[in-house]
């Protein structure tokens, strides 16, 4: 079956068409409309305006995938939510407006749940119970999968997400939005422990982050009087400490699940540092724990991971109504 997948939860308007052949995933066409330069000039997204270029957007790219008289699409997948309402609303609306005209399935899939079904693009061998740590610019999850469509929340951000220090700490050194690609790419050129910065929460027992604080001590030693540490030391630094809590707490979470799948997905799973310091703990802690991760192609949003997630929704029997489905920015995955 072919699967037309849309996402607009922030500020990237993409589209896919997949194919689904004996559970694989061949994805065969995405577009993906970035607003990262619209929003540059703000240091942040906008919602009004994602909003306003996600409308203008998403018909030229649909354009581009389909032949809206002759589709050849099976089902549509698109995200509900969690995310900025103004901009769900925009590709809800498409989805379900395609999905009628074209007398076709529609699912609304949860953003979060894409970002975990973005594994199976790249490898669909997922023992369960899996453990997923997904970080992005909005969420830092850690959450057990019993199996596909079962969700429990271990444990979240008490307040910024992992991404999101990441771009504050950008803007403290004044370099590039969005942070994490111009963070980590300085981090390379500096020492991980020139600059000492605290782990938040990281013997706190549970499964739970918080990283403003991280983003306050950076602050300070940006700002503290005498000698400045380089910009690559506090990058190094910086992302070596929000690594260090993530990995400490995704080992603690896979023991406790009993996993069998260590996952990752969300934006700040394109982080290197992440990546390597994440598979060198589970083979040292967790051998006979199996190691899975996106390629960097489906960290950042996209829509092919809503088709993935959509796939196994459909699966599991699960449709939306075409006149009915809302956006719901605040849907919470496994609470
Ligand atoms: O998943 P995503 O594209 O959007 C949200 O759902 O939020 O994640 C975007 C976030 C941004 O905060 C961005 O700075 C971060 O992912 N990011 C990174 C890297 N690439 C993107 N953070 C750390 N290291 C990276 N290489
Ligand atoms: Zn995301």
Redesign the pocket.
């Known amino acids: 079956m072919r699967i037309l997948g849309i996402e607009t939860s ?1 500020d990237e308007t993409s589209l896919a068409l997949v194919r689904v052949e004996r559970g694989r995933f061949v994805v065969e066409k995405m577009l993906t409309a970035s607003q990262v330069l619209i929003h540059k000039k703000y240091g942040g997204v906008v919602p009004e305006v994602a909003a306003r270029e996600h409308a203008e957007t998403i018909f030229p790219v649909l354009a581009k995938m389909v032949n809206p008289k002759r589709p050849n699409v099976d089902a549509i997948a698109v995200t509900a939510g969690p995310g900025l309402i103004t901009s769900l609303r925009v590709g809800v609306d498409v989805g379900r407006t395609l999905a009628w005209l074209w007398k076709k399935p529609l699912v609304g899939v949860n ?1 979060i749940e894409g ?1 975990i079904a973005s594994n199976w693009l790249t490898n669909p061998r997922v023992a369960f119970p899996a453990v997923a740590l997904i970080v ?4 830092t999850e850690l959450l057990r999968i019993k199996k596909l469509g079962q969700y429990e929340l271990m444990g979240a951000t008490r307040d910024d997400a992992a ?2 220090a ?2 504050k700490t950008a803007q403290l050194l004044g370099l590039d939005y ?4 111009a ?2 790419k300085l981090a390379q050129k500096g020492n991980p422990r020139a600059v000492k910065l605290p782990r938040p929460m990281i013997a706190s027992g549970d499964f739970d982050f918080s990283f403003s604080g991280l983003k306050t001590a950076v602050r300070s030693v940006i700002e503290a009087k005498g000698k400045k540490p380089k910009p690559a030391d506090v990058c190094a630094s910086f992302e070596e400490a929000v690594c260090e809590v993530l990995v400490t707490k995704t080992i603690a979470a896979a023991k406790k699940a009993r996993a069998k799948t260590a996952l990752l997905g ?3 799973a ?2 290197r540092r992440l990546r390597t310091l994440l598979a060198a703990a589970i083979k040292k802690e967790l051998p006979k724990v199996r190691y899975v991760e996106p390629d960097l192609a489906w960290t ?2 996209n829509a092919a991971m809503i088709v993935a997630a959509g796939y196994f929704a459909l699966q599991g029997k699960r449709r939306s109504d075409p006149l009915m489905l809302a956006p719901d920015a605040g849907w919470e995955l496994g609470r």
């Open positions: 922030c953003h970002h992005s610019g909005g969420h991404g999101e990441f771009d969005p942070g994490g690609p963070v980590s969300g934006g700040v394109a982080n950042s949003d």
